[in-house]
C-alpha cells in the first residue's frame, strides 16, 4: 500500500504560481511511478503530468506544457507539481497517484492508488 497526501493548494490570481506537493508513506515511492490529475466541476478527471521513478521520464498534457513541471524527491518521499502562468481554466481538484509499474502512464486505471487531492482555484 502507498498512502498519498497532496498540500499545496489554494486560490491564486491568474498569472500566478503554486506549487503542489504530494507526500508519500508506506511501500517504497522510489518504485513507482507518480502521476497528477485534475477534476474539475461537472467534468471528468483528467490527465496533467506523469513521471518515472528516477524522474528521467515525464510527460504532460498539451494544456499545462511549457507551464507545468512535474518533479520527485524520492529520499523525501515526496512528488511535486510546479504550476505556472496558472488560468481559471486550472481550476480544479488536483489529485496525485502512484504505481509500481515501469512506464508512466496517462490514464486514471493504470494507478492503484490515489491522495483525497487539494483544490486549486484561479481568479480571473
Known amino acids: 500500500q502507498v498512502h498519498l497526501v497532496e498540500s499545496g493548494g489554494g486560490l491564486v490570481q491568474a498569472g500566478g504560481s503554486l506549487r503542489l506537493s504530494c507526500a508519500a508513506s508506506?511501500?517504497?515511492?522510489?518504485?513507482?511511478?507518480m502521476g497528477w490529475f485534475r477534476q474539475a466541476p461537472g467534468k471528468e478527471r483528467e490527465f496533467v503530468a506523469t513521471?518515472?521513478?528516477?524522474?528521467?521520464?515525464?510527460y504532460y498534457a498539451d494544456f499545462v506544457k511549457g507551464r507545468f513541471t512535474i518533479s520527485r524527491d524520492n529520499a523525501k518521499n515526496t512528488g511535486y507539481l510546479q504550476m505556472n502562468s496558472l488560468k481559471p481554466e486550472d481550476t480544479a481538484v488536483y489529485y496525485c497517484a502512484a504505481d509500481y509499474r515501469l512506464s508512466p502512464g496517462r490514464r486514471s486505471p493504470e494507478y492503484d492508488y490515489w491522495g483525497q487531492g487539494t483544490q486549486v482555484t484561479v481568479s480571473s
Open positions: 508506506g511501500r517504497t515511492f522510489s518504485s513507482c511511478v
Open positions: 513521471i518515472n521513478w528516477s524522474g528521467s521520464l515525464t
